[in-house]
């Protein structure tokens, strides 16, 4: 199957440092990109929706300064957590969709994730 | 607005039980529901979906049917294994994909 790949898989970082995580789908070109939070044992929450090309759409409650999201190719969409706090530490999943396919009744590839740890 | 209730867990099952998860939904029109699973140390992988009313989903054993008149998709196995230990989610989309919270499953040997 088609492969999503997310780096780093891991990143400690001090209060108020800025965080760079990249998402590549590695065999197919993706136009949309989705960013993800995941809380221990809770569900994964959409946090913006990534076109390549254009401005990210974020969801309700989503601070768009505070998590840039950048796509610039159709194979690499980035998420910067600025001035990160200990609060922001989460797991960060990223999802690609298939650009032949482009509906979200055709699959969307999960990255495995980045645990971000803000000290 | 649109979601997803699943069961809660954790399930603990012996190896060879049959396996039920429920999941049932709230949606406007009709969606496309999903089964993703989340093995240990690993990302979300799909495991079976339904685009319409009826269909059934099928994978490694597990099977699920998009139930309209219930509004449910409830994920079954005859004979769980071992290996079948993870996290299972139930997700409906339209734009994009909404999930529930995640089932916990254990399969003890």
């Known amino acids: 199957g088609a492969v999503v790949s997310q780096h780093p898989s891991r990143v400690i970082c001090k209060s108020g440092t800025s965080v760079k995580i990249e998402c590549r789908s590695l065999?197919?070109?993706?136009?949309?990109m989705f960013w993800y939070r995941q809380f221990p044992k809770k569900s994964l929450m959409l946090m913006a929706t990534?076109?390549?090309?254009?401005?990210?759409?974020?969801e309700q409650g989503v601070e768009k300064d505070k998590f840039l999201i950048n796509h610039a190719s159709l194979t690499l969409s980035t998420l910067t957590v600025t001035s990160a706090h200990p609060e922001d530490s989460s797991f960060y999943i990223c999802?690609?969709?298939?650009?032949?396919?482009?509906?979200?009744?055709?699959?969307?590839?999960f990255g495995p994730g980045t645990r971000l740890t803000v000290l | 607005g649109d979601s997803v209730t699943q069961m809660e867990g954790p399930v603990t099952l012996s190896e060879e039980a049959f396996l039920t998860i429920n999941c049932t939904y709230t949606?406007?029109?009709?969606?496309?529901l999903f089964w993703y699973v989340q093995y240990p140390g690993e990302g979300l992988q799909l495991l079976l979906k339904?685009?319409?009313?009826?269909d059934k989903g099928s994978n490694k054993g597990f099977e699920a049917t998009y139930r309209k008149e219930t509004t449910s998709f409830h994920l079954e196995k005859g004979s769980v294994q071992v290996s079948d230990s993870a996290v299972y989610f139930c997700?409906?989309?339209?734009?994009?994909?909404?999930f529930g919270k995640g089932t916990r499953l254990h399969i003890l040997p």
């Open positions: 997700a409906l989309g339209h734009d994009k994909i909404i």
């Open positions: 949606a406007t029109g009709y969606p496309s």
């Open positions: 999802s690609a969709r298939d650009r032949e396919t482009g509906t979200v009744r055709d699959t969307q590839y």
């Open positions: 990534s076109n390549e090309g254009s401005k990210a759409t974020y």
């Open positions: 339904a685009t319409k009313a009826d």
């Open positions: 065999d197919f070109q993706a136009t949309t």
